[in-house]
């Protein structure tokens, strides 16, 4: 698991949506990002909302991007959770 915490620029997007991996991976991996109560495709917003759901795009062996999937982040407030990036071959 890596944390993630980074500040929402709207209700859709994060001011830096992309997400990059620690060490490039030798494929494409899934991605699944998890709020702090450890829901699957969510993410934690600083206001109140446990549960954000998120989709993801952009994924490549050195990142990802994530973004809300319905106005979930509270715009300049932080959004925490953490991710697994999965590159099984």
Do not use: W
């Amino acid at each position: 698991n890596y944390s993630i915490t980074q500040l929402a620029r709207s209700t859709n997007v994060l001011y830096n949506g992309y997400i990059p991996f620690k060490v490039q991976k030798r494929t494409t991996p899934t991605v699944a990002c998890y709020s702090l109560n450890n829901a699957k495709n969510y993410l934690t917003n600083d206001n109140g909302s446990m549960n954000v759901g998120v989709n993801y795009g952009s994924i490549s062996h050195s990142g990802f991007r994530v973004y809300s999937n319905a106005g979930g982040f509270t715009q300049d407030r932080l959004v925490y959770g953490s991710y697994i990036a999965d590159a099984e071959i």
